[in-house]
């Protein structure tokens, strides 16, 4: 811990000792414990996103610590044992529960947590301690610590939002492209813009309902929702009021959009399956880079890709043209959405059918070109759901490489260093001296004939059809899930957005039914990666 921070935080850890000691001498030797366990917790390296949360929670547990060692100094009362008492100066139970309702949104992350749980929740210490990870007598203690900073014997009400004292977070994302500064992400960097957003997606609020929803000051509100609405994230709703101008994805509609897919991939799967797989010997005589692949490997990679494709080439252009991303003050053009980032435990708990459901997650379905390439990849759960890099530098390395391979050049020192690239990245390897291709490229002419052989595939027994009714379907699902404010372009975007996962439903029940054997190791660091040539003629050596 360095001077700066020692300077900064010793003043406010002896007050904290002081307070609890009342006693000058014993919050000094406190102190010390405190300070040398924040010390010693800073040493190992970890990240800390919120140092004075971090040294509020460090001085807590050592002063539990402090009280075990002493405890022949300290009188407790029984908790169950203490008597209810009112908020000073309140005139009606509304005024105490307003008070209080202020008051717990001020606690560290623990007490509120324990609080929520016990008071809220109707939780008792030991499901509280098992769900923490904590001693019942921890449990015990923090609540002792919680009843008198709130002076808590008054029982709270049970319908109250609990946004102020169990804050959530949001992941946001947008299609397009962002502002200079990253937007629209970058507004989401604290959990108090996160909440703002949550707490008038469902309903307008004025600045002050917003601040008492979240427990902030209403300048600190006020200075979010001036950045929210100049982006046209949020929206003026008149009288004062303002909602959240974007999609947020619930627990709840997320089940109803993945049992869509579930039952979706459930019905088309195997169809797929098989004009994918009856296209193979076809698709080999193209004689492709990297057509001697094994089957396992181009299948990984081509079923994705000619659902996904089929996926797009089944609605009119024209229709889906008209659901384009928005230009923003900010200077973005982009539709933003949201969902809201669950406990892994709590996921597991309250999604339906989490074994099948947790593999239609993505890390992102990646395109990228530049004026002779275009390249594809999916990060999926068989990747490894990491975000792998892949740019359009790739694209034009690979073509090198390709030349490489075809032509019988010697390879030149930059050459080497190309190849050196990607075969970290999986895409090339060198087998008894000579360049071998591990990814599917094709030229311009064997990529037109890929597409040609698997939409003539699907045609043939209608699939194009069944994958045309995925827009109209989640159009429907999110026209009745989002807020009424929220514009048909965001629904219809959001629409378009959410069909790719039928990819991933797809891939998911072929694994699930054996149809397709899981990647090895080595094969997950390149699997579903495709490259092909947009012009006929090589690019210059």
Same mark, same amino acid.
């Given at each position: 811990m360095d001077e700066t921070l020692l300077q900064k935080y010793s003043k406010k850890i002896f007050g904290f000792a002081l307070s609890k000691t009342q006693h000058e001498q014993n919050a000094q030797d406190l102190s010390q414990e405190i300070l040398t366990a924040l010390f010693r917790s800073l040493?190992?390296?970890? *990240?800390?996103?919120? =140092?004075?949360?971090?040294?509020?929670?460090?001085?807590?547990?050592?002063?539990?610590?402090?009280?075990? +060692?002493?405890?022949?100094? @300290?009188?407790?009362?029984d908790l169950e044992r203490i008597p209810a008492v009112a908020v000073e100066g309140a005139e009606s139970q509304e005024d105490m529960l307003e008070e209080l309702r202020r008051e717990v949104a001020y606690l560290s992350r623990i007490h509120r947590e324990i609080t929520v749980s016990y008071y809220y929740e109707g939780k008792n210490m030991a499901q509280i301690a098992e769900e923490l990870q904590l001693a019942a007598g921890t449990v015990k203690w923090h609540l002792f610590e919680v009843r008198k900073k709130l002076k808590e014997a008054i029982t709270m009400e049970q319908t109250e939002a609990l946004l102020s004292y169990k804050p959530m977070k949001l992941r946001v994302g947008h299609s397009g492209t962002p502002g200079p500064k990253g937007e629209p992400n970058s507004y989401f960097t604290s959990l108090l813009t996160s909440n703002i957003c949550l707490a008038m997606y469902e309903q307008p609020l004025t600045v002050e309902e917003l601040a008492r929803s979240v427990g902030a000051a209403a300048a600190y509100v006020e200075d979010e929702l001036k950045k929210l609405e100049y982006s046209d994230l949020v929206k003026p709703m008149g009288k004062g009021k303002y909602q959240t101008n974007f999609i947020i994805r619930t627990m709840d509609n997320s089940n109803t959009i993945n049992q869509y897919f579930k039952t979706m991939a459930e019905e088309v799967s195997e169809s797929v399956y098989a004009c994918v797989n009856?296209? =193979?010997?076809?698709?080999?005589?193209?004689?492709?880079?990297?057509?001697?692949?094994?089957?396992t490997f181009l299948l990984w990679l081509l079923i994705?890709?000619?659902?996904?494709?089929?996926?797009?080439?089944?609605?009119? %252009?024209?229709?889906?043209?008209?659901?384009?991303?928005?230009?923003?003050?900010?200077?973005? +053009?982009?539709?933003?959405?949201?969902?809201?980032?669950?406990?892994?435990?709590?996921?597991?708990?309250?999604?339906?059918? *989490?074994?099948?459901?947790?593999?239609?997650?993505?890390?992102?379905? +990646?395109?990228?070109?530049?004026?002779? *390439?275009?390249?594809?990849?999916?990060?999926? @759960?068989?990747?490894?759901l990491e975000w792998r890099d892949f740019n359009s530098q790739d694209l034009s390395d690979m073509g090198r490489a390709v030349h490489l391979m075809s032509s019988g050049e010697p390879h030149n020192d930059y050459d080497k260093t190309i190849i050196s690239r990607l075969a970290a990245k999986g895409?090339?390897? /060198?087998?008894?001296?000579?360049?071998?291709c591990l990814i599917p490229y094709f030229t311009a002419a064997q990529h037109r004939e890929l597409d040609r052989i698997l939409h003539q595939a699907f045609e043939r027994v209608e699939l194009h059809k069944k994958f045309g009714r995925i827009f109209d379907d989640m159009f429907t699902i999110w026209k009745k899930e989002?807020?009424?404010?929220?514009?048909?372009?965001? /629904?219809?975007?959001?629409?378009?957005?959410?069909?790719?996962?039928?990819?991933?439903?797809? =891939?998911?029940?072929?694994?699930?039914?054996? +149809?397709? %054997?899981? %990647?090895?190791e080595e094969e997950r660091k390149r699997l579903t990666t495709i490259i092909w040539r947009l012009t006929e003629t090589l690019p210059p050596d």
């Open positions: 040493q190992s390296g970890r *990240y800390i996103d919120n =140092m004075d949360a971090w040294v509020h929670t460090i001085c807590c547990y050592t002063w539990s610590n402090y009280l075990t +060692k002493e405890k022949r100094y @300290w009188h407790h009362a009856a296209s =193979m010997e076809e698709i080999r005589n193209l004689k492709f880079h990297g057509s001697h692949l094994n089957d994705p890709y000619a659902v996904l494709t089929q996926y797009w080439r089944s609605k009119d %252009p024209s229709e889906l043209a008209r659901f384009q991303p928005i230009e923003r003050k900010d200077g973005g +053009k982009y539709i933003a959405a949201a969902q809201i980032v669950y406990e892994q435990e709590e996921y597991r708990k309250r999604s339906l059918e *989490y074994d099948i459901v947790q593999k239609y997650v993505t890390n992102g379905i +990646k395109s990228r070109c530049n004026d002779d *390439y275009y390249g594809f990849q999916i990060e999926s @759960w068989w990747s490894g895409f090339v390897s /060198i087998n008894n001296g000579e360049l071998e989002a807020p009424s404010h929220i514009s048909e372009q965001e /629904i219809g975007y959001q629409a378009i957005n959410e069909g790719n996962t039928i990819v991933f439903a797809v =891939m998911e029940y072929l694994e699930r039914i054996s +149809k397709l %054997p899981l %990647p090895s």
